[in-house]
């Protein structure tokens, strides 16, 4: 007989469809056999229950007239068979039941109890994680997690459950967080909780607000450096390793406010106050705002931060700034970078209907930062990419712009300029106007990549607005589309040196913008493989003015242009522009234009003009060839206005027509040692060269063999005119033209 306690099954009361099971029988049976195997009516085991004989080699307990065993079932060590039959011997269940002994029933016991969890294992979290049971039990486990309702009132919970709160829950969020730190603190989704002062986020914080909603009533403003700035909702600064994910933001009127120009944070990472403490290792990802102060700047990375992530952030409706990245000390010789923000990735950061912003993305003053995924829709001022003003050290930035969008509808923006991307080094101050100081570092490094770029065509609006840099801007593979200028490329009050040899744009496509390019005081623009296609202007997609010169265009393809229109168009004073190796496609229709409209020296070869009669570039005095292209440089007599040829515009003249009878007294521009050809096909054509006209100038006058004038007449005549130091030497041999060197 066993002496230690077993458990009451309770099994007391027994039916058959609903109803007492009168006469009913309970067989008990070692488990997997028929054999019997007693119960007992006390836990100590020492009565056991009265069993009947069956009549057919086994015995049952009889139930009573209400179906019910007489005395309270307990089993010895072992499992059971128990199987209830009907008074007529019929089987209604067969089920185990299994002896439970006394440490496994208070074990049971205290599950029940508070400490039920510490009594439970829980398994590592990987193949190398220690299996020690003290430390992974599911008490160990789920203390790694804390949940706000454990600091929230009765008053608060309630209030947090409304969806409408009204009670300030500032204080109970910072006791948790608090409290928390290097734990998960766990908000509920069902929750709305309502904030009027600034949470400070310690390190190894791990805050999950698990898609609640989070109210920003935030009152009052800092004093000190940034007096009159409104306090930010979070302010993380001069710790590590914080994790905040699943945010959803709503504002209210009443929050604190100044304006744009001093713009309400929400997400502060870092310190522009003269703190010196490191900001590291910051993560904040899902986060969907819908409800923002026309002033936010939703995340402001500043100072002294790096290794920051902020990743999947929606914002709908008006913000000022949706992401700014920026700020560093003026350098001294302690410290000479400033401690900028460096190391920062935001990724999937999107904006919607934004028609206010300032600098959706904006950069000025930090270092390897990049941006990956990031869209707009009907966002104004979407990338904003500058150097920062004022007293604050600036590096070089290497900034990245990596697939990222913009898409604008029909009617965004109505009548407003707006620029869905600006990249700008200033060399003045942007609020004073006053000359930055001497050690300001102008070479930065802006790269995009893969990103397409839609705009209104409201008129000067731009998909690209490029001020100026004197480092270094890219463009690889970026599509622009739909905007008044494809990109505007030219200076401002706020940059007076000319940017040389700092922007390149590679595989780009422009197309259905009035126009695609517009340059003015610009240096050395390389465009490489890119397309120009289905421009809807009536002016020229392309077109250099104002001092634009040894800009590049290489390889480009140009097609599906209106008729009557040229491709380019390179105007007076553009010198030494370079248009190479690309295609013309139908320019300004079948044959009507032709595709260069050229008022400056330009160089150039291997293009070709499809389907167009008029070869690459308009006739007349007032247009030039292309330098290396040799049937862009003839130019016929017939044409001539006065008495003077400009060798950088033709390279060779043609008397092609009875109806000539030119006068020729000098030759403008060109280098010692360029050759200009005179010839004639026409029978009635009669050419007068001056020899040594005074008014010519000595650098421009013509030099004949017979010191006379030369005039020639008829067909089949030749004359060359060689480039010195003192004049043009015309000879009736063919002199060979040094080689033209591309540049």
């Not at 269940?93 to 029940?112: C, E, K, N, P």
């Not at 600064?237 to 905040?244: A, H, K, L």
Request: proline share 4%; net charge positive; hydrophobic share 35%.
């Amino acid at each position: 007989m066993q002496t230690s306690p077993r458990v009451n099954l309770r099994l007391q009361e027994f039916t058959d469809f609903g109803q007492p099971l009168v006469g009913g029988k309970l067989y008990t049976y070692s488990y997997g056999t028929k054999a019997q195997k007693i119960a007992f009516t006390d836990p100590d085991g020492t009565v056991p229950h009265t069993y009947t004989d069956d009549g057919v080699g086994g015995k049952y307990i009889a139930l009573n007239i209400r179906g019910e065993l007489p005395a309270p079932l307990y089993l010895s060590p072992g499992s059971y068979d128990i199987s209830l039959k009907r008074s007529d011997g019929s089987t209604v269940w067969t089920r185990r039941a299994d002896y439970i002994d006394s440490s496994l029933r208070s074990w049971i016991g205290g599950v029940t109890t508070s400490l039920g969890a510490a009594l439970i294992g829980f398994p590592p979290a990987s193949a190398g994680a220690s299996t020690s049971a003290a430390t992974h039990t599911v008490q160990n486990e789920l203390r790694e997690t804390v949940y706000i309702e454990s600091f929230l009132s009765p008053e608060l919970l309630a209030d947090a459950l409304s969806g409408t709160p009204i009670l300030d829950h500032t204080a109970a969020w910072q006791n948790a967080i608090n409290a928390s730190a290097g734990k998960e603190l766990l908000a509920k989704s069902t929750h709305t909780y309502r904030f009027t002062d600034t949470l400070t986020i310690p390190s190894e914080s791990k805050i999950n607000f698990h898609d609640a909603v989070i109210v920003d009533n935030v009152q009052g403003f800092w004093s000190g450096k940034n007096a009159k700035r409104a306090k930010p909702l979070f302010f993380i600064y001069g710790v590590e390793n914080v994790r905040i994910k699943n945010v959803q933001y709503k504002a209210v009127r009443t929050r604190s406010t100044l304006s744009d120009s001093v713009p309400t944070v929400v997400f502060w990472i870092g310190d522009n106050r003269g703190g010196t403490a490191a900001t590291r290792s910051i993560s904040v990802r899902n986060v969907k705002a819908s409800d923002c102060i026309g002033s936010t700047m939703f995340f402001c990375i500043t100072g002294n931060a790096f290794n920051i992530d902020v990743k999947k952030v929606d914002i709908t409706g008006p913000c000022a700034y949706g992401v700014n990245i920026e700020y560093g000390r003026a350098p001294s010789e302690t410290d000479k970078y400033g401690m900028h923000p460096y190391n920062v990735c935001v990724e999937q950061f999107n904006g919607y209907d934004n028609p206010t912003s300032m600098g959706f993305l904006r950069v000025a003053s930090c270092y390897n930062i990049k941006f990956t995924n990031c869209y707009g829709k009907n966002v104004r001022s979407f990338i904003y990419a500058w150097a920062g003003d004022r007293g604050i050290s600036r590096v070089s930035e290497n900034v990245i712009f990596e697939n990222c969008s913009h898409y604008a509808t029909p009617d965004f923006l109505p009548g407003v300029v707006n620029y869905v991307v600006q990249v700008m080094a200033a060399d003045k101050d942007g609020s004073t106007g006053v000359a930055l100081p001497s050690w300001t570092n102008y070479d930065h490094l802006f790269m995009f990549r893969g990103c397409q770029f839609q705009n209104n065509k409201v008129r000067s609006s731009a998909a690209l607005r490029y001020y100026g840099t004197q480092g270094s801007t890219v463009f690889d593979a970026c599509i622009f589309q739909g905007a008044y200028y494809g990109a505007r490329l030219d200076r401002t009050a706020k940059v007076t040196y000319i940017p040389t040899s700092t922007l390149s744009f590679r595989e780009c496509v422009f197309k259905q913008n009035y126009q695609d390019i517009t340059m003015a005081s610009i240096v050395g623009v390389l465009f490489d493989h890119c397309k120009f296609k289905r421009s809807d202007g009536v002016v020229p997609p392309i077109a250099m003015t104002n001092g634009a010169y040894n800009n590049k265009l290489l390889n480009c393809h140009f097609s599906e242009l209106k008729t009557g229109i040229a491709w380019v168009s390179i105007g007076g004073g553009c010198n030494d522009n370079e248009i190479s190796g690309c295609v013309f496609e139908g320019s300004g229709g079948s044959g009507a234009t032709p595709p260069l409209e050229l008022s400056s020296r330009t160089f150039g070869q291997g293009n070709s003009n499809h389907y167009s009669a008029q070869g690459l570039t308009k006739g007349g005095n007032n247009y030039y060839g292309v330098q290396g292209e040799p049937s862009t440089m003839e130019f016929d007599l017939a044409g001539l206005v006065g008495t003077s040829v400009d060798s950088k515009k033709r390279t060779s003249y043609l008397a092609g027509t009875s109806a000539v009878n030119a006068t020729i007294k000098s030759i403008i521009s060109g280098n010692v040692g360029d050759v200009v050809v005179f010839r004639s096909t026409s029978t009635g054509a009669t050419v007068t060269f001056v020899d040594n006209d005074v008014a010519a100038g000595t650098e421009n006058r013509l030099l004949t063999p017979a010191k006379g004038n030369l005039v020639k007449t008829g067909s089949r005549w030749t004359v060359s005119a060689y480039r010195t130091a003192t004049g043009w030497i015309l000879s009736e041999q063919v002199l060979y033209q040094q080689p033209v060197v591309v540049k």
